[in-house]
């Protein structure tokens, strides 16, 4: 089955600093890859995803890049905010939402 | 538009109870699916329903968890004679009926089960 191994689990950066966390996937029939945001106590919110037939895609501060060759892809957030705070996971499916493994999250914290 | 429902959002059980969970999915979504999230770790995909129909629940443990999803009605996750391992928080999602591979799964906030 899919393995998604992600890094860091953990990542501090200064507010306007970017932040880079970088997941690998290992069944190369994976062609989506979603990343979710969760905050303490709620549930994880998908923020941006991406599929095989691109490799980039970007909303406002966040953007994904998607290698399929090397099978692995990242989540780049520009001028992080107090409010990006959370941990963040990655995921990816071969086609079917129903299918979705996700990786072991990363808490990232924005500090002032 | 109210987003995915799940009640309650925290419950206690001793160890040989029962728990029952329900989700509601978001209007117009006729798809669920019930994850599991260990402290501290990813979510791991239990089971994927339609209305009246279990589609996939190759991640459903074999004995004490059962899930459904009615025609009318929310959805239920069940745990028979739950033990400690089975504390963890347990999120429904939903998605449309395409599937959700084109929009993706909307997770409602989960159900924290602890037992004692």
């Known amino acids: 089955g899919e393995n998604v191994e992600q890094h860091p689990s953990t990542l501090s950066v200064q507010e306007g600093d970017s932040a880079v966390i970088k997941c690998t996937y290992s069944d190369s029939a994976s062609n989506y890859f979603p990343w979710y945001k969760q905050e303490l106590g709620k549930g994880p919110q998908l923020i941006i995803d991406?599929?095989?037939?691109?490799g980039e895609k970007k909303d406002q501060r966040i953007a994904v890049t998607l290698n399929k060759t090397a099978k692995h892809f990242s989540l780049h957030i520009t001028e992080t905010q107090p409010e990006d705070s959370a941990v963040y996971f990655c995921a990816a499916s071969p086609g079917t939402a129903s299918k979705l493994t996700f990786g072991t999250g990363t808490r990232l914290q924005v500090t002032l | 538009n109210a987003g995915v429902m799940q009640n309650p959002r925290h419950l206690v059980r001793r160890r040989g109870q029962e728990a029952r969970l329900r989700c509601s999915p978001m209007k117009g979504h006729s798809h669920v699916y019930w994850y599991r999230q260990l402290p501290e770790e990813g979510l791991k995909f239990m089971v994927y329903?339609?209305?009246?129909?279990?589609?996939?629940e190759s991640g459903m443990p074999k004995e004490r968890f059962s899930a459904e999803f009615p025609k009318e009605g929310p959805s239920i996750l069940r745990i028979q004679q739950v033990v400690r391992g089975d504390s963890a928080a347990y999120f429904c999602?939903?998605?449309?009926?395409?599937?959700?591979?084109?929009?993706?799964?909307?997770f409602g906030p989960g159900t924290r089960l602890t037992v004692l």
């Open positions: 329903l339609q209305k009246e129909n279990i589609i996939d």
């Open positions: 999602a939903s998605s449309p009926p395409s599937g959700g591979l084109l929009v993706g799964l909307f």
């Open positions: 991406i599929r095989s037939n691109v």
